[in-house]
């Protein structure tokens, strides 16, 4: 797309934008606007930059605004946090783009926690928007008032934006089922068949800072994973390995794998059960990477406390079913794919818009009589 023409608007357009007052920055803000764009867009963005600082806003923009040494996803999170607002370029290439999705991801997951509008701003109208972001009302950059219509937003305070037609607040529940980046294990490339990986405990990584408020419990999770490493797995010496096969102990390799993995998913399942409050859910189907969703449990777990009500082992029957079912349903909704028709119970609603709950998750695996993944 070309660069605004930001040189020739009419002086209804000017008086219109000198009419708009930027809203105060509060103490820990230091920018209106947190710019996220493909590099391709870069001169239509920077033509639009001008047009904002011109109208008194305070813009960020990694270009010129990121500090040289910082990693790239230290640098959107400090810009993202000091921003009051996310303004999003969307074209092709920002779509097809890994970083920028990412960067979408982590903005999305701040406006989920603390409420910060996003404005999407749609270059072209034949782009695909992302499934992650399907829910936000756009701005079409090839609207004629579209400089307006951008500014008046961006001026408008955020707690005056709920309700509005343009950028609308949405429920944390919209972001229920959204996959993050997975972990891989520390020692995937030493990491033999018949071996348990190993994850990191030192700190919370960069994919869940934005969402996991109590470290000690992330770290917790993982030490119960990687205690099937230090304990559940046999003759890890490769040389005991090779007397054993040649003492005619061969099955063992197969066997070993399958149970390996078997201890995995539950030791995720344990892991589930302190993280399931931080709305984070761990899944595994291999033992080199852990696949993540944000997700929060909040209804389903009310459900257990209505369909067990006469009883006084709901929170315990929650509690079995995280154990035995989390892993899975974790898996399943990062690849997108249920073994079962997704559809649910008649009568139902269900707990997840759009997916499918733990709940009925829960429900369908039962009837099927598979725990964990067999």
Not at 209 to 231: C, E, F, H, K, P
Not at 247 to 275: H, P, S, T
Request: with cysteine.
């Amino acid at each position: 797309m070309e660069p605004l023409p930001v040189t020739d608007s009419s002086d209804a357009q000017s008086s219109n934008m000198c009419k708009l007052i930027p809203p105060t920055l509060r103490e820990n803000e230091s920018y209106h606007v947190f710019l996220s764009y493909s590099s391709t867009d870069y001169s239509w963005t920077l033509s639009l930059v001008d047009v904002l600082e011109g109208a008194g806003l305070s813009v960020c923009y990694h270009e010129r605004d990121f500090t040289p040494g910082r990693t790239i996803l230290e640098n959107m999170s400090e810009c993202i946090t000091q921003s009051q607002k996310v303004l999003l370029v969307l074209s092709a290439e920002f779509v097809r783009s890994r970083w920028c999705l990412l960067e979408a991801n982590m903005s999305l997951f701040r406006d989920c926690l603390e409420r910060k509008p996003m404005v999407p701003v749609l270059l072209d109208q034949d782009v695909c928007v992302p499934l992650h972001l399907c829910h936000l009302t756009y701005i079409e950059a090839r609207h004629p008032d579209f400089i307006n219509k951008l500014l008046h937003v961006l001026c408008t305070p955020n707690s005056d934006l709920r309700g509005s037609s343009v950028v609308p607040y949405q429920p944390p529940s919209v972001y229920n089922g959204k996959a993050l980046l997975p972990l891989t294990a520390a020692n995937e490339d030493s990491l033999n068949s018949w071996d348990a990986g190993v994850y990191s405990e030192m700190d919370v990584p960069d994919q869940l800072r934005l969402i996991v408020r109590d470290q000690s419990t992330y770290r917790a999770a993982m030490a119960i994973i990687n205690q099937v490493s230090q304990t559940q797995v046999w003759l890890r010496p490769l040389w005991k390995r090779v007397v054993a096969y040649i003492a005619g102990l061969c099955f063992w390799k197969y066997d070993d794998r399958r149970r390996i993995l078997l201890e995995m998913q539950k030791a995720v399942g344990k892991a589930n059960v302190l993280m399931f409050a931080q709305k984070v859910l761990m899944g595994c189907r291999s033992t080199s990477k852990i696949y993540l969703v944000y997700i929060s449990l909040d209804s389903c777990r009310q459900e257990f406390e209505k369909q067990f009500s006469a009883q006084t082992s709901s929170e315990d029957m929650f509690r079995r079913a995280l154990l035995y079912f989390s892993s899975g349903y974790t898996c399943c909704l990062a690849k997108k794919h249920f073994p079962f028709t997704t559809a649910p119970p008649s009568g139902s609603s269900g707990h997840l818009p759009g997916g499918v709950c733990f709940c009925h998750y829960v429900s369908q695996m039962l009837e099927r009589g598979q725990w964990l993944d067999q």
